[in-house]
């Protein structure tokens, strides 16, 4: 059974850094593309950023969070992060993982990552 449970989030002033976690089980998290996206309130999901099964350092981001964000895996806790550094109040949303097995969608519980000015 495949399960993608986050830790991390909170609550930073701007400029600050938090790092979500999103451990995998009942997968390879080395062998399936994991991906961050967002929802802000009154706001559809929006896409973050993507680390590939074939490498870990080819990722995506958003242009919104480009330079600011970093995700990575550690492939012997079977865990994909994302680093998020200068953090802005418009980077406040519930944060969830996802990744994307035979067309199905598999989703991280979310967690709130809140940014005040």
């Known amino acids: 059974q495949v399960q993608l449970v986050q830790s991390g989030g909170g609550f930073v002033q701007a400029g600050g850094s938090l790092r979500l976690s999103c451990a995998v089980s009942g997968i390879s998290a080395s062998g399936n593309d994991i991906n961050w996206y967002r929802q802000a309130p009154g706001q559809q999901r929006e896409w973050v950023a993507t680390?590939?099964?074939?490498?870990?350092?080819?990722?995506d981001y958003a242009h919104s969070v480009k330079g600011r964000f970093t995700i990575s895996r550690d492939d012997a806790k079977n865990t994909v992060y994302l680093q998020m550094s200068s953090l802005k109040p418009e980077d406040t949303a519930v944060y969830y993982c996802n990744t994307i097995i035979n067309f199905q969608d598999y989703w991280g519980q979310g967690t709130q990552v809140t940014v005040s000015s």
């Open positions: 680390i590939y099964s074939y490498s870990s350092s080819t990722n």
